[in-house]
Structures are given as C-alpha cells and as structure tokens.
C-alpha cells in the first residue's frame, strides 16, 4: 500500500469516526448501532494503518489481491447488519400486530359495557 493509500484510508477512518460521534450527540444515532460503527471505523483505521495485518489475512483466507479481502469483509458485515434489521423489523412487526389488537380490544371493552353495538 502506498504511503498515500494510507493517509487516503486513515483519512476516511478517520470521518467516519467523527461523523460517528456527531450522529450520536446529536441523538441520530442510537448508542446501541454506535458501538458498532465505531468499531467498524476503528478496523478500517487498524487496517490502513497496519498494512501486514491485512495482507496476512489475505492470505488466511486464500485471496490473491488484498483489496478482494477488504470487500469481502465489507460484503460479509453488510450481509450481517442486513440479518440483523430483518430480525429487528420482523419483532417490531410483531410487536405493532400485538398492540394493534390491544388496541383494538381496549376500544371494543366500553362500548360493550353501554351495550352499545359499534360494528359497522
């Protein structure tokens, strides 16, 4: 990697940290996704910093180019963060079903007591 990659990729870890910290000051960001971004913007500036490391793990995965490893792990994290707002939205839509039906009960139950019939 040349000494300007470097800077180039220490540079975007860099902002990305930054961008990171502001979104959650400025509550936009949730403290829980934070701790995850920040780790994935301290790996990048790990990785641009430490050159060997990244070729290492080029060759522990049996990758050619060291760029194939970077997007790799990028296509393997997006995967993940892809998994796990599915199983976030599929408990969310869960949980509005059910407070929809409470809902629902709760407006049906004085109705009821009146002997009033709301149907329509």
Do not use: C
């Not at 990729?9 to 509550?27: F, Y």
């Not at 070729?55 to 963060?81: N, P, Q, R």
């Amino acid at each position: 990697m040349t000494p300007r990659q470097r800077m180039f990729a220490l540079l975007v870890a860099a902002l990305l940290l930054i961008v990171i910290v502001d979104l959650v000051r400025r509550r936009r960001l949730r403290e829980e996704f934070s701790i995850l971004w920040l780790g994935v913007g301290i790996g990048v500036a790990v990785l641009a910093a430490w050159y060997d490391l990244q070729l290492w793990l080029t060759h522990l995965i049996g990758a050619i180019s060291s760029s194939t490893t970077v997007f790799l792990f990028a296509f393997i994290f997006l995967a993940l963060m892809n998994l796990h707002f599915s199983v976030r939205m599929s408990k969310m839509t869960d949980q509005i079903k059910s407070l929809a039906q409470t809902v629902a009960i709760l407006e049906a139950e004085p109705s009821e007591r009146n002997g009033e019939n709301t149907a329509v």
